[in-house]
Each structure stands twice: as structure tokens, then as C-alpha cells.
């Protein structure tokens, strides 16, 4: 079935409560664990098809914010979505407190189990009027986001949009789109620090009422962080500005050098070559039937798995304007099928959102066996090792999309992969003191994260530009307010992939073996059982990320970047 055939409907909240209650009751007064396990998977399916309706019309909202229908929906669902969690919050209860624990940890996993106590210490009934006050907070920002109009050259832009002209080979043109995407986040400054510091007193207030000393310690349990704690993540970022900053500092001196530059400004910092950068030699349709030929030969899994997303319309690729930016993998459960939102605007990173969504969505399509909904996609740090693995494992297949630029594109994926570390370090360590400090003042926040940047990123020049010098990049970071410490997630993951990088170059058959066992596993294990099954060395251990380092240096150095 297409995409657009999938059928929605606002679901009955009073008649939902009444069969999952009823069902919680029956459950309770099971005589054996085998029946109980009967009723539990009754209501796993009660919750699956309140999970698709939700999905459904949150991706129906995503591609047309302005559509009439679905803001409504999406208002149905911010306001409603915390009252279904606490129908869930009686289930979780009643499942940990089986006189059948033991055999119901055999059925479904004691992960399972553990992410439910998890789920249980992050929410109860005192803070539905927070979640639900948060809920709209973030749609206000996503429609804020989507407003963006931005006139350039004769015609109307949305702020990925503009990509194109940020990467282009005239200085100017590329100063011109990037002050006027900035200029957009100026305009509305006001705005989107009242939208972050409502959602920072609210988080803290949910923190608070639920006994966590502030919102860091309720982000880490939110997030499902099993096995490892902050200091472990300081200790990692310390890491990250002692071998990897270095690194990436080097490697923006060489892209100045290369350019010609006397000095690398911000609007130069994404084009890296006076030949222009890498670039798909064609449209959405062309890169679409591209992937269709790199995944039907990359392995019989990935050739099923691609059919089944562009048989049944499951990605939704171009740009437009009322569309959401960004892009992102989710899954509806009742159709088991992953579906791909992207805004493809003709750079390079068309191609990397193609292969890392679509990392997302082979784990969970390959996954889909496992029917508890909670298992489908592993925790956040862990569904990134996939997407960004996902990456590097199609590099054989780059020529089909970029032709002669092939090396071009190989030489900026994996630099980049490097100068990104920082940054998603930045975020994190942001993140930490905004909550760790959440009386701050806007103007104290702002001035943080630039002190961050002089840290992590000491290449960066804003020309004097006030705006950002006043340190308000950072508003363009989706994810510090819709999804609080989702970030260090991806620096972890991107030190797993690039192990992976590392085993395809020397065994590329065992490499690949290791990597469909962690897709086929879902969310059963957690970060470190993940890793350890992947035959990978923990981020987190000393020395793991100098053991990639040298291999990383060794093949861009041998590129004469000069020459592409």
C-alpha cells in the first residue's frame, strides 16, 4: 500500500482508555504467564495503532505545516499525546509488578523491562499540563522554522533552500544567501529565545516535581542511557578537544590554503573547493534511481528493503516551501514500514541524508519482526551508529551520483565527519550548563555557547557580525529544543562509524556481516551490547579514538586536495 493510501482518522481517546484499562484489569487477574503474555501483546496493539495514527499525521504535518487538516491533527496530538502516556504509565505499572516478572523478562527481554522503569521514573500524571505546554513549545518552533520566506534572486526560498547558494563558487553569493538565512534567525531573535526559555523552565519544572535535582539528570534516564553517565561523556569530550579538535583545525587551515584565502569566514566554511563542491549530477529522480541500483547491489537485504520504500512512496525528498526543514527516519507500526522525509536541495548532502535516513530505515525494516513497539529502534546513540555507518558502507557506489567528483565528495564526507565532532561536542556541552544553570539569562546562555566555539571550534570568524559574535547560532540547532540531549548521540555514533569505515577498507564482507547483526537486533540490546556486538571498540574507552585517528589522517593525506 502507497503512502497516501494510508489510512488516518482521529482515534477516540474515552473509547482507547476504556479497552486498555479494562485490558489492564484482565491482565492483573491472569491465572498464568501464559496468559498474561496473551493480553500484554493485546495491548501492545491497542498502543501500535495509537502510535501509526500518530506518526501518520505527524509526517502528513512535517511535508505541509500550512495544511489546515493536519495542524489540527498535530494540535489533537500535542495536546492529547501526554493523556495516551498516561494510559501507558497504568500498563507499565502493572507489567513490572507481574507476579509473572521472570517469565514475562523470557518473553519480551530484560531491556525491555529496563526501559520501562526508565519510562516510569520520566513521567507520571503531576506533569501532563508541563508535557503538554512543552509539546506546543516545540510545534511553535517547527512552524517558526517552516515560516521562513526568504526572497533571493527573483524567487522564494525556505532556509534549505538556500543551501545551494551557500556552496557556491562566487564569494559574494555565498556571503549574500548566508547573511540572509542568518538574517532570518536575527529577525526573529525575541522569538526564539522566549520559545528556549520557556521550554528550559518547564523541563526543569517536570525534573523537579518528579525528585531529579534538574533536567540533566532526568535527560540522561529519558534518554535511555543505560550504560554510561555524564562524566563518562565529559570524559569523552575532553577527548574530542585534545586529538580531534586538533585535527579539524588543521583541516579548515587546509581548506583556506586551497581557497585562497587570507582568511576562512563562516560563509566559507561549507565550500571547500575553488572547483566548486561535489555535487549529484541530477535531480531527486535521478539520485532516487541511483539508490534503487546501489542498494539492489549492495545486498540481497538492502535490494528488498529500497524496493519496498519507493514501491510503496515511503520517502518524501524535494524541498518546498511550508515543508519542514531538516530531514528524519520514523516508523509506522500497523504497516510496518519506515518512512523517509528529506528536503533535497541539489548539494552533497542530499546524497548523505539518502544514505543516512535510509540507515534508519533498513535497522527498523529489518527489525520489524520484533512486535513489542518499544524494541523496534534501539535507544537514540545507537540508531545513529546505523545511519552514519550507512554512510560510509555505499562509498563504493558515490560514482553513480557524482561522476568524476567522486574523490571530491569521499575527500569532504570524511573531513567533514571530522569537523562535525566539535560541533556536536558544542551542542552537548551547551546543553549540560542550560540545564545545569536554568535561571541563566538568555544573554549568559548566548555567551556560553560562544565561549564553546572559541573551545571546540577556534577556526570560527564571524567577521565582526553581532549576531553572531553575541553567540546565537545555535538557534538553528532543531534538536536543543525539540529533542533535549539528543546530540552527543551523534558524535558517539560517528566514532562507530568511522570503526566501521576503517573495517570495510581491510574486510568489507566481515564488516558487513557486523553490521546487519546490529540492525537485526532493533532495540533488544543497549549502546554498549550494540557496540560490543558490532566487534567495535566504546567511544568511551581510552585510546578508541586514537586508534581510528591515524587511519583518517593517512587517507586524506594521501588526496591532493589542492587538485580537486
Known amino acids: 500500500m502507497k503512502f497516501k493510501d494510508f489510512k488516518y482518522e482521529r482515534p477516540d481517546f474515552n473509547q482507547f482508555k476504556e479497552r486498555v484499562i479494562a485490558l489492564i484489569q484482565d491482565m492483573q487477574d491472569a491465572d498464568t504467564a501464559s496468559d498474561q503474555i496473551d493480553i500484554i501483546k493485546k495491548i501492545h496493539k491497542h498502543h501500535s495503532s495509537i502510535s501509526t495514527l500518530n506518526t501518520i499525521s505527524s509526517i502528513r504535518h512535517t511535508i505541509n505545516t500550512k495544511d ?14 501526554p493523556l495516551y502516556s498516561e494510559i501507558e504509565l497504568m500498563f507499565q505499572k502493572a507489567l513490572i509488578s507481574s507476579k ?18 526508565n519510562s516510569l521514573k520520566v513521567f507520571s500524571t503531576e506533569i501532563i499540563k508541563e508535557c503538554q505546554e512543552e509539546n506546543k513549545l516545540v510545534t511553535e518552533y517547527t512552524k517558526l522554522i517552516a515560516s521562513a520566506e526568504i ?15 551557500k556552496e557556491s563558487k562566487d564569494r559574494e553569493e555565498r556571503k549574500e544567501s548566508f547573511n540572509l538565512y542568518i538574517n532570518f534567525f536575527k529577525e526573529n531573535k525575541e522569538k526564539f529565545e522566549e520559545i528556549y526559555d520557556k521550554l528550559v523552565r518547564i523541563r526543569h519544572e517536570k525534573a523537579k516535581k518528579l525528585g531529579f535535582n534538574n533536567y540533566v539528570e532526568f535527560g540522561y534516564v529519558n534518554m535511555n542511557r543505560m550504560d554510561y553517565n555524564k562524566e563518562m561523556v565529559a570524559n569523552f569530550r575532553k577527548q574530542v578537544e585534545e586529538i580531534i579538535v586538533p585535527v579539524a583545525r588543521k583541516l579548515y587551515e587546509d581548506q583556506k590554503e586551497r581557497l585562497g584565502l587570507d582568511t576562512l569566514q563562516y560563509y566559507d566554511e561549507v565550500y571547500e573547493f575553488t572547483s566548486g563542491n561535489a555535487k549529484p549530477h541530477g535531480d531527486a529522480e535521478f539520485i532516487l534511481n541511483g539508490g534503487k541500483k546501489m542498494y539492489s547491489e549492495l545486498s540481497p537485504e538492502t535490494k528488498e ?16 516551501v511550508g515543508k519542514q526543514g531538516g530531514g528524519y527516519c520514523t516508523y509506522i507500526p500497523e504497516y510496518k514500514s519506515p518512512f523517509i522525509f528529506s ?27 520484533i512486535e513489542v513497539p518499544e524494541l523496534n ?7 545513529e551508529i546505523h545511519s552514519m555507518s550507512m554512510e560510509f558502507i555505499t562509498w563504493p557506489w558515490m560514482e553513480l551520483f557524482f561522476k568524476e567528483e567522486t574523490d571530491k565528495y569521499k ?5 567533514s565527519a571530522m569537523k562535525f565532532i566539535p560541533y556536536g561536542v558544542t551542542v552537548d556541552e551547551f546543553q549540560h550548563f542550560v540545564y545545569e ?23 570560527k570568524n564571524y567577521l565582526d557580525i553581532e549576531f553572531l559574535e553575541e553567540g546565537c547560532w545555535w538557534f538553528r540547532q532543531g534538536h536543543i529544543f525539540s529533542m533535549p540531549f539528543y546530540y552527543i548521540d551523534y558524535t558517539l555514533a560517528q566514532i562507530c562509524a568511522l570503526q566501521f569505515w576503517k573495517k570495510m577498507n581491510y574486510n568489507r564482507e566481515e564488516g558487513w556481516q557486523d553490521y546487519l547483526a546490529i540492525c537485526k537486533v532493533g532495540g533488544t540490546k543497549s549502546f554498549l551490547e550494540l557496540v560490543k556486538l558490532a566487534n567495535l571498540i566504546s567511544p568511551f574507552e581510552n585510546g578508541c579514538i586514537a586508534s581510528i585517528i591515524n587511519e583518517i589522517k593517512k587517507y586524506l593525506d594521501k588526496i591532493d586536495d589542492k587538485k580537486l
Open 343 to 369: 528536503n533535497f536541495n541539489g548539494t552533497s548532502g542530499d546524497i548523505d541524508v539518502l544514505t543516512h535516513e535510509a540507515g534508519h530505515a533498513f535497522q527498523v525494516y529489518s527489525s520489524r519482526h
Open 305 to 320: 528493503f529500497f524496493n519496498f520504500m519507493t514501491e510503496n512512496e515511503l520517502l518524501d525528498l524535494e524541498t518546498k
Open 151 to 165: 526572497e533571493y534572486k527573483g524567487k522564494i526560498y525556505n532556509l534549505s533552500g538556500l543551501g545551494p547558494f
Open 377 to 383: 529502534f534501539p535507544t537514540y546513540e545507537s540508531c
Open 437 to 459: 544553570n536554568p535561571q541563566a539569562t538568555k544573554e549568559e546562555r548566548n555567551r556560553y555557547w560562544r565561549e564553546l566555539e572559541h573551545k571546540y571550534l577556534p577556526h
Open 68 to 81: 489546515e487538516f493536519y495542524s489540527k491533527e498535530n494540535g489533537y496530538w500535542d495536546e492529547y499525546s
Open 411 to 415: 575527500y569532504k564526507h570524511l573531513a
Open 100 to 117: 509473572f516478572r521472570v517469565q514475562l523478562e523470557a518473553e519480551f527481554g530484560i531491556l525491555y523491562f529496563k526501559l520501562i522503569e
